[in-house]
């Protein structure tokens, strides 16, 4: 058997804890021998939803914690105030070295400043930006970053683009994934001041595969593997993907029990239709990873369900075996080593 991925989950963050974090631990463990979970929250409110479920108990365990950080807190002072919070505990076993990841669907503010000031970053990342996959046309692409670094600058933008390459390419198995950032046309001029001073860089780059701009409308077609822009407007991509994507999903359900023929035609159509939006819901992807830290923190949306969690305390054993971490310390290393050379 392989070796264990041990994941901290922080049992009390999102709008559906502890009760889906929980059921969500238990599918993963259920479906993967080479998973622990280590539930880290308030231990009486956790063994009592545990007695529910039927699963191997020795990839299970319960980390007390009796405080909880709120999504509308002030991040830092959270952070430094609530030192035996579910979140922050969570994050000191990634940092300790007791657990390989921290999964969890608490305040974003809370875990962007707790990843870096906590777990802290890869010496020579200049920022941490968050990187969810999102469903195209091909497949998915990695949206990078989307609520992280609202105000970067040029040279985190390649960094952004070096990481995710790494994590497409290890991860997910996208060999010499092709990256683009986001812009207002194709034409190389285009763009505000920070895409105008960013893509030269992007095109000097020799260790990834930069194809140019990639404008809003190309992104769902699969236009490029890897989605380069700062997290304004990441965020603003991310938010009406899933918007346009929840809106179109109800219009094609009320059209189809509009009228009798429509419901027989639904019928017939089910399955087909079943499968393939299921390609499109976030949460087959898991959460997105906060990459360019010493350990993998996961962050995945407030609302999730079981099974957004089960997926996202899964794919934190690629992250492992695959070394990611490590490979962006070496790429950045690299980069520093030629920077100095120049």
């Known amino acids: 058997m392989s070796e264990m991925t041990v994941v901290a989950l922080d049992a009390m963050g999102g709008d559906n804890a502890p009760g889906e974090m929980i059921k969500g631990a238990v599918e993963a463990v259920r479906k993967r021998s080479d998973m622990k979970v280590l539930l880290v929250g308030k231990q009486d409110l956790i063994e009592e939803a545990l007695a529910g479920y039927t699963y191997p108990k020795e990839q299970i365990e319960v980390v007390h914690a009796s405080e909880v950080i709120e999504t509308a807190e002030p991040p830092v002072l959270a952070i430094r105030r609530k030192k035996d919070s579910s979140l922050v505990k969570a994050m000191q076993l990634v940092k300790n070295k007791e657990a390989d990841a921290l999964v969890s669907a608490g305040s974003s503010g809370a875990i962007l400043v707790g990843g870096q000031v906590l777990v802290g970053r890869i010496p020579g990342v200049n920022r941490a930006p968050l990187a969810p996959l999102i469903p195209t046309a091909k497949g998915m692409s990695l949206l990078i ?81 890897v989605v380069v822009c700062e997290a304004f407007v990441g965020n603003v991509i991310l938010k009406l993907y899933e918007g346009v994507g929840a809106t179109l999903i109800r219009k094609v359900k009320d059209g189809m029990m509009a009228t009798l023929r429509s419901k027989i035609g639904a019928l017939l159509v089910k399955p087909a239709l079943k499968a393939t939006l299921k390609d499109f819901d976030a949460s087959e992807y898991g959460g997105a990873p906060l990459l360019g830290l010493n350990g993998l923190v996961v962050k995945t949306h407030g609302s999730s369900k079981a099974k957004e969690v089960c997926n996202s305390i899964i794919q934190c054993a690629a992250f492992k075996e695959q070394q990611i971490s490590e490979k962006i310390r070496i790429s950045i290393e690299a980069a520093s080593e030629e920077k100095k050379e120049d």
């Open 145 to 225: 970053d989307c609520g992280a670094n609202v105000d970067a600058r040029p040279a985190h933008l390649v960094q952004f683009a070096k990481m995710g390459s790494i994590y497409m390419e290890h991860v997910i198995g996208k060999k010499n994934p092709t990256v683009g950032i986001v812009n207002i046309g194709a034409e190389e001029e285009k763009g505000n001041a920070l895409v105008k001073e960013t893509f030269p860089l992007l095109k000097a780059c020799k260790d990834i595969n930069f194809v140019g701009s990639v404008e809003a409308r190309e992104i769902p077609s699969g236009a490029v593997d």
